[in-house]
């Protein structure tokens, strides 16, 4: 007891005759001049302490003997150093200082006002030659990574979360002074960075959300203007660039600009947090840019749970039924915010499923039943839009789309059992049914006319191929469709003729080919190849007009020829691989006269020549195609077939591996 006192005392004593603290102009000068003489030495890799055996390392540095020896990884163990961190802290801060001072100075000078005093803290530095002290705390923290996933008030306990909590209480990336001063700062965009002029940029954003946007529903539809997309995201704004550059062939200059700069924010962002917003621009970069859909879709899909993104339906649920008893605008700023959230997750669901279909996988999405079942809630407002209608349509069809999936579906490309003839009614039925359901809901839009009535018949007969496709799939050659089978396989062909004479005969569907999501032109794709297939192999069983099939996919063609687009847009390589597939069956069945009037008629009769039109006998066929608007002509031979959507082989969507050139 007395002891303690003493030392008490003693510490008492010895405050009093301790010398007072140094000012803090003192410490600011000391510690960014002073050299840090309090650095920590590692003494020992992590490996011999857990060894406990004395660590040998040459001129301290790694790897020490043992590690080298047997091969190891040397990684050393540096203690903390706290003081280190105090004077990289103050280090900043009178960088900082500097900067803002500098700033001011200019200001001054520009508005000829008297300028400030100079530093008191750097007397030997004046005017715009100010510059920080250089020391050994130079280097930014621009490598930290942050944890995933995000903390959620409404997310329920995980086991993982009491661990991610500790450490980010304990990482000095929780705490980093530049990540600080970074997270305060606004994002630099496209404009900022001046990798696209304002001009530009405006032109390219003002056509998505008047235009493309309606495609997908109004996914932007609270985005007025240039403003509040850039206030936004820059990835929004990226995306939205990157598109409408993609479908405008006047701007195809800038859509190699825009994506670089889309492609750079994704790929950067991989190991960090990014809002709602972020995961918007990776769903609408999906929708579009068909061969980097999948790694967009599933970096969104990612995000989207870690954002508690489907709890959203429960609380527009709740929200709405609130509503029904009072209305209060808290309550409808939450209902709008809520209905967003769900309408950005069933786009996602949209997006994954097709994707799915297009690419014969597994979809990655865990499709949350409870939201699958009660989809209508985004119909139960008093007036629900035609967007939501449009939306929730969409979702249907690819429920039905995924049974008959997870029905038909096989790795092996093995025939269908007979025993699933009654599943190809029943999803028939379906199918009639969903169309029925919804083509009195749609009504023209004000932007995009009369397409989504004409995408929903489009999209009717794209199930309609769906389905039936899979009873011809594994029949060989000779090989004649099962009796069981024959009425599937009229109807796919049947849907297969009836997208190309809707193309040749709907307005609203030729005047927007170009602007329509990429899911579209593939489907078209494949029933173009799919009806050259069955003229090729089942043309008698099915009492098929081969010339009559020939000419109308060929007028299609022709069409899609004589449309503006940028090199890589999917109609252009859906065009130059219909032609490729067209040429092979006419030479193979030599019928003539089914190129009349099309672009490519003067190659008429040279098919039989080679397989490619870059090979043609003559020197008038050698010479490449121009399409019209296309900067190139196109290489009919070093256009792989993956990029021409050909890989359509035993009736069946090839498990395609996409170069990523768009």
């Known amino acids: 007891m007395s002891s303690s006192l003493k030392r008490k005392r003693s510490e008492v004593l010895d405050a009093e005759t301790r010398p007072p603290p140094p000012s803090w102009s003192q410490l600011d000068n000391e510690s960014l001049i002073r050299p840090d003489n309090s650095k920590k030495v590692a003494t020992a890799c992590k490996g011999c302490r857990k060894q406990k055996i004395k660590c040998e390392l040459r001129n301290d540095e790694p790897p020490c003997a043992r590690c080298h020896r047997k091969g190891l990884e040397c990684i050393l163990h540096i203690p903390n150093r706290t003081a280190t961190e105090d004077h990289k802290q103050i280090n900043l801060l009178g960088k900082d200082m500097l900067n803002v001072h500098d700033t001011l100075e200019r200001i001054c000078q520009h508005l000829e006002i008297r300028t400030p005093d100079p530093i008191a803290s750097y007397p030997n530095t004046t005017g715009n030659e100010t510059q920080a002290p250089q020391n050994d705390f130079e280097q930014d923290d621009d490598g930290v990574c942050e944890l995933s996933p995000p903390a959620s008030p409404s997310a329920a306990k995980a086991p993982i979360d009491s661990y991610l909590t500790s450490l980010q209480e304990t990482s000095p990336a929780g705490t980093s002074p530049q990540k600080a001063r970074r997270n305060t700062l606004a994002p630099a965009d496209m404009v900022t960075k001046g990798v696209i002029s304002v001009e530009s940029t405006n032109s390219l954003v003002e056509y998505y959300l008047r235009h493309l946007d309606r495609f997908l529903y109004s996914l932007a539809g609270h985005y007025k203007c240039l403003d509040d997309v850039r206030r936004a995201s820059p990835a929004l704004l990226a995306v939205m660039c990157t598109v409408a550059a993609f479908q405008k062939p006047e701007s195809s ?15 950067t962002a991989m190991f960090e947090k990014r809002n709602q917003e972020f995961i918007r ?13 999948r790694i967009l879709a599933s970096d969104a899909i990612r995000r989207s749970a870690d954002c508690r993104l489907p709890r959203s339906y429960h609380q527009l649920n709740n929200v709405r039924a609130t509503l029904a008893t009072t209305t209060n605008a808290i309550s409808e700023t ?38 699958i079942e009660g989809r209508d809630l985004l119909l139960s407002a008093s007036k629900p839009t035609n967007d939501d209608v449009r939306l929730i349509s969409q979702v249907s069809l690819l429920v039905i789309m995924g049974q008959i999936k997870a029905v038909f579906s096989s790795d092996e490309m093995t025939p269908v059992p007979k025993m699933l003839a009654v599943q190809l009614n029943h999803f028939s039925r379906e199918l009639d049914q969903w169309h029925d359901r919804f083509s009195p809901l749609f009504e023209a839009d004000p932007h995009i006319g009369g397409f989504p009535l004409a995408g929903l018949k489009l999209h009717h007969q794209f199930g309609r191929l769906y389905l039936g496709h899979h009873v011809l799939r594994g ?3 000779t090989d004649p469709i099962p009796l069981h089978f024959q009425q599937a396989a009229l109807t796919a062909r049947e849907a297969a003729g009836t997208i190309f004479s809707m193309i040749l005969e709907n307005d609203a569907l030729r005047a927007n080919i170009v602007g329509m999501p990429h899911y579209f032109h593939i489907m078209i794709s494949f029933a173009g190849h799919f009806s050259l297939e069955v003229c090729m192999k089942f043309s008698e069983q099915l009492g098929v ?13 022709a069409f899609f020829a004589q449309t503006n687009v940028v090199a890589q847009h999917p109609l252009a390589r859906v ?8 040429s092979d069956c006419s030479a193979a069945l030599g019928v003539e006269g089914v190129l009349a009037g099309s672009p490519f008629s003067r190659l008429e009769g040279q098919y039989a020549a080679a397989r490619d039109f870059g090979l043609a006998s003559t020197s008038e066929a050698q010479q490449p195609v121009l399409l019209h608007g296309t900067a190139t002509p196109f290489d009919w031979q070093a256009l792989p077939t993956d990029f021409l959507y050909t890989d359509f082989a035993d009736f069946d969507f090839a498990d395609t591996q996409f170069d990523f050139v768009t």
Request: glycine content about 4%.
């Open 253 to 267: 200059g800038l859509f190699d600009i825009c994506n670089r700069e889309y492609r750079h924010l994704v790929s």
């Open 281 to 293: 621009a990776l769903c609408i970069g999906s929708f579009w840019l068909p061969n980097s859909s």
């Open 334 to 371: 939450t209902n709008h915010e809520a209905a967003d959230r769900v309408r950005l997750w069933y786009l996602l669901f949209v997006s994954d499923q097709q994707l799915s279909i297009l690419h014969n996988r597994d979809c990655i999405m865990h499709a949350d039943k409870d939201i």
């Open 475 to 477: 029949l060989q050659k």
């Open 545 to 557: 007009n081969v010339h009559d099939e020939f000419t109308r996919i060929s007028s299609v063609l």
């Open 575 to 582: 065009t130059t691989g219909l032609m490729r597939k067209l």
